[in-house]
């Protein structure tokens, strides 16, 4: 996994809603944990024309937008300063949200974003522009729900991870161990081996020896596992291989993390992660922040 500079910026879009908010203030104490330069971004993409209309808007309705889309900035980085961190920076761009976010990805540690709003950057987690970041973004993308609890500083629970074996899944691991380590917590290393649908399976029907599978898959997890504690030696992990699918674990598990960590997209156990099932099932029920990771190449 290629590190990110040791100055590269955590970039949050922010808008005029509550999730913006409790996105920069996630952003912000996750810059302080990184010593981290904290961006914060209200791209506005102001529209050409009027819907349904060929005359392009009055430079009256241009100022008022701005002058919103500067107290929103505004209330950002007084919600930033008051985690401490010292070092944010307000930007307003008048392009569209998804153009100027993967640019910025090049550069960025991570790009944070809320999940709810009403304008600009806002229903990012539901929406095109979630997708076309989260598929194509050079860096890591956390979604931050409003419903969500109020992050804290002082947050001692895990990080999770899920792991399937997969390039993109190794760069899970990566990210997940470099969080844990900055936030002085835990690892919570999650393996799926079979992506069956283990209620369908009774006694009655047919019968499996598990075992010997599962001392395999035991070994790969811990040998994906090996060379990461190797260069992250203060980390804890613990490791947990089950028989289930992998939403429902992460799922389940993501009550008790402050941070889950899933790859973009996956084989095996993670099939359909091309934003598919599982990290879907993750972004709009997780119960704490999601990050997607995303391949090398971006």
């Not at 009256?60 to 919103?68: A, C, G, M, N, P």
């Not at 930007?91 to 991570?110: G, N, V």
């Not at 917590?185 to 020896?209: C, G, N």
């Not at 997890?221 to 947990?240: C, K, S």
Request: aromatic share 6%; proline share 6%; charged share 25%.
């Amino acid at each position: 996994m290629t590190q990110p500079q040791d100055n590269a910026p955590v970039v949050v879009g922010v808008d005029d809603s509550d999730a913006a908010l409790r996105a920069v203030r996630w952003g912000a104490l996750t810059a302080l944990k990184h010593e981290a330069p904290l961006r914060l971004v209200h791209a506005a993409g102001f529209p050409d024309l009027y819907v349904g209309s060929t005359i392009p808007p009055p430079e009256s309705f241009k100022k008022e937008l701005r002058e919103q889309k500067s107290r929103s900035l505004e209330a950002a980085r007084e919600v930033a300063t008051a985690t401490g961190v010292t070092d944010v920076q307000t930007r307003f761009e008048t392009d569209p949200p998804i153009p100027w976010l993967l640019h910025a990805s090049r550069t960025a540690r991570m790009i944070v974003l809320g999940s709810s709003g009403r304008t600009g950057l806002v229903g990012m987690m539901v929406g095109s522009t979630t997708l076309a970041l989260a598929t194509h973004a050079h860096c890591p993308v956390v979604s931050v729900r409003s419903d969500y609890p109020e992050v804290v500083a002082g947050d001692e629970r895990p990080v999770l991870v899920g792991v399937d074996g997969s390039p993109v899944s190794e760069r899970a691991i990566g990210y997940a161990f470099s969080e844990a380590s900055f936030r002085g917590v835990d690892l919570l290393a999650v393996h799926t081996w079979s992506d069956a649908d283990m209620d369908v399976f009774t006694d009655q029907r047919m019968y499996f020896d598990w075992e010997p599978i599962r001392d395999v898959e035991e070994r790969r997890l811990a040998e994906r596992l090996a060379g990461w504690r190797e260069q992250y030696p203060d980390v804890t992990v613990h490791r947990e291989l089950v028989k289930d699918r992998p939403r429902h674990e992460l799922l389940e598990r993501s009550g008790h993390a402050q941070l889950v960590v899933v790859g973009s997209r996956g084989r095996g156990g993670f099939r359909g992660m091309l934003l598919g099932s599982t990290s879907q099932a993750l972004i709009h029920h997780a119960q704490c922040p999601v990050m997607i990771a995303r391949p090398e190449s971006g």
